[in-house]
C-alpha cells in the first residue's frame, strides 16, 4: 500500500503523511521509512493518531524518527485545529470497522450531525474516508484497506458519491470541477490482512487540483487476478457491476423483475415455528385439512425442492387472509390452547397487541397462495425453484416471488435461473460471510427482466 501511495508521485522534502487509526505496531509508518530508505527519497514528515491510550502508549515508544505520534479521536473536532489539521500530502492507513451497533447514543447523534456520510446504519470506517478526504492536499493521495463492500452497499451511498461527483456537489467549500478521483481499486486476497476477514479491497484517491481536467477510469485488481479499468458510476449507485467488469448493458430492458411480479419476499415468520410447524405424518387429526397449510423451509428446499414438502404449518387464517375470532376458531383453538402460555409470550402478543393464536407476521393469504417462485435468500449460487400448485406458505427461510398475472411463469423461472441473471446478480447482491451471496428483495426487485418476459406481460395487460 505504502509503494502503490507513491507510485509515480514519490515524496519531496517537506511533505506530510497522515497515519490515522495507526495501531501499537504502526505498520504503515514503518513500511515507509523502510521503502524510503530503499529508494532513497526523503522521508514526509508524519502525523499518527490513535485513540486508545495503550495502543498509543505502545506507538510512541518506537520512537519512529518521522512520526509524531499524537493521542486523538481521529474523528473529534480536535482534528481539525492544529497541526493535525494537515493538509496532508499523503494519507496511508486501516481505519476501524465497527459497525453502528459498537457505538454510544452519544456517538451515534455526533457523528450524524459532523459527517455527511454518516447515514443510515454507518460504519465508522465510511467517517475515516470522510474525515481524512478533508484533510488532503490539492494533489495529495490516500490509499486505505477496508471491507471491499461499501462499494455496493447502501449505506456507503453518501461516500461514493463523495469521492465521484463534481466539486460542487463534493466536500463543502471546494470550487468547481472534480474533487476526488478514485484511481485504483485492489480486492486484495483475503489472507492479505489477517484480522480483516471480509473481503479486503485497497482503494487509492488522489484530490484533484484544482483547474486539473477530469480524470479517467478507474484501475481495477481482481481477486482472480484479472485487471482492467472501470468507469465508476457517479450518483452514489453500486459499483458492483463496473467493479466486477460484468457487462450487462445487453439485458437492460426498462423493465426489471418488481415490474413483473406482484411481490418479492421472506415467507412467514410465526415467532413460534416449534409450535406452529408438524411433519406433515405427526400433524394432529383434528386440525387436517381445515387448519393446516403445506410448507416449506429453507432446508426443504435444498434437498428436494418444493414440490413435496415434509412439514406442515398450523394455520388459523382464512383464504381471504382474514384471522377468525376466538369464539369461531373450533378445533384449531382447541388445539392452541394447549400452548396458550407459550404463544402469549411472543412478542408480537406481547408488545405488537396481536391475538394469542396469531402469526407474528399475517400471512397475504391472497399474494402467498399463488403460484410462485421460491429460493433462499443466502446461497452459494442463487437457484430458484417452481412452488406451481399455489398452496404452499413458506417458511421465514424462504423467499418467495409471485408473477403478475401474465406473466409466462416458466420463462421467468428459466430467466432467473440462467446465466445472464445469475452473472447480474453476483455483480449486484451483496455477499454474506463465506462467499455466498445474499439475494435481498429491494436488490432482486431491480433485476433486468428480458423482453421476452416482459412483451407477452404486456400483451396480456393489452387484451
Ligand atoms: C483496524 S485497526 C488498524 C491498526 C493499524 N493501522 C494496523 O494496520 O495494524 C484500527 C485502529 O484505529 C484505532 N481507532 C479506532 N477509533 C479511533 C478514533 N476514533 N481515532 C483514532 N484512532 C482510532 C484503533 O484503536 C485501532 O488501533
Redesign the pocket.
Known amino acids: 500500500m505504502a509503494r502503490r501511495l507513491f507510485q509515480d508521485n514519490p515524496p519531496e522534502e517537506a511533505d506530510r503523511i497522515l497515519?490515522?487509526?495507526?495501531?501499537?505496531?504502526?505498520?504503515?509508518a514503518r513500511a515507509v521509512e523502510s521503502i524510503c530508505r530503499e529508494e532513497g527519497w526523503p522521508v514526509p514528515q508524519g502525523t499518527a493518531?490513535?485513540?486508545?491510550p495503550e495502543?498509543f502508549g505502545r506507538a510512541k515508544e518506537l520512537k519512529l524518527r518521522h512520526v509524531e505520534t499524537c493521542q486523538?479521536?481521529?474523528?473529534?473536532p480536535e482534528m481539525l485545529r492544529s497541526e493535525m489539521a494537515g493538509p496532508f500530502d499523503y494519507v496511508l492507513?486501516?481505519?476501524?470497522?465497527?459497525p453502528i451497533e459498537g457505538l454510544s447514543e452519544e456517538e451515534k447523534a455526533r457523528y450524524r450531525s459532523d459527517f455527511e456520510v454518516a447515514k443510515g446504519r454507518f460504519d465508522?470506517y465510511l467517517l475515516f474516508f470522510e474525515r481524512a478526504l478533508s484533510l488532503l492536499a490539492d494533489g495529495g493521495r490516500l490509499a486505505f484497506v477496508t471491507p471491499e463492500k461499501w462499494e455496493y452497499v447502501e449505506t456507503a451511498r453518501p461516500l461514493r458519491k463523495m469521492v465521484t461527483s463534481d466539486r460542487a456537489h463534493s466536500l463543502e467549500g471546494s470550487p468547481d470541477g472534480r474533487a476526488f478521483y478514485v484511481e485504483e481499486i485492489n480486492h486484495v486476497s483475503e489472507d492479505a490482512f489477517p484480522?480483516?476477514t471480509a473481503y479486503p479491497s485497497v482503494t487509492t484517491i488522489r484530490k484533484v487540483e484544482e483547474g486539473a481536467a477530469s480524470e479517467g477510469e478507474t484501475q481495477i485488481r481482481r481477486r482472480d487476478g484479472s485487471a482492467g479499468q472501470a468507469e465508476l458510476p457517479n450518483g452514489g449507485e453500486s459499483w458492483a457491476a463496473a467493479v466486477r467488469g460484468k457487462d450487462l448493458s445487453g439485458i437492460e430492458t426498462g423493465l426489471t423483475l418488481g415490474d413483473v411480479t406482484v411481490r418479492v419476499s421472506p415467507g412467514m415468520a410465526t415467532g413460534a415455528d416449534a409450535v406452529f410447524v408438524f411433519d406433515k405424518e405427526e400433524v394432529p387429526e383434528s386440525l387436517v385439512p381445515e387448519w393446516t397449510r403445506p410448507t416449506v423451509s429453507g432446508e426443504e428446499l435444498t434437498e428436494g425442492g418444493a414440490s413435496d414438502p415434509k412439514s406442515v404449518f398450523a394455520c388459523p387464517y382464512r383464504i381471504g387472509g382474514t384471522l377468525p375470532a376466538e369464539s369461531e376458531l373450533g378445533a384449531f383453538g382447541a388445539w392452541a390452547s394447549q400452548h396458550r402460555e407459550r404463544l402469549e409470550e411472543r412478542s408480537c402478543v406481547q408488545k405488537g397487541g396481536k391475538p394469542w393464536y396469531a402469526w407474528h407476521e399475517t400471512p397475504p393469504m391472497q399474494d402467498i397462495l399463488r403460484p410462485k417462485i421460491v429460493f433462499k435468500d443466502i446461497a452459494k449460487e442463487p437457484k430458484f425453484w417452481a412452488e406451481r400448485t399455489g398452496e404452499i406458505i413458506p417458511r421465514h427461510t424462504v423467499y418467495y416471488l409471485v408473477p403478475e398475472e401474465g406473466v409466462p411463469f416458466e420463462k421467468l423461472l428459466g430467466y432467473l435461473n440462467g446465466p445472464v441473471a445469475k452473472e447480474w446478480m453476483e455483480a449486484h447482491c451483496q455477499r454474506a460471510a463465506n462467499g455466498f451471496l445474499r439475494l435481498q428483495s429491494r436488490v432482486l426487485r431491480k433485476l433486468p427482466v428480458p423482453t421476452i418476459v416482459s412483451r407477452e406481460r404486456q400483451g396480456a395487460l393489452a387484451l
Open positions: 497515519y490515522p487509526g495507526c495501531g501499537a505496531e504502526a505498520p504503515f493518531v490513535e485513540s486508545d495502543l486523538a479521536d481521529f474523528l473529534g492507513g486501516n481505519p476501524p470497522y465497527v465508522l484480522k480483516l
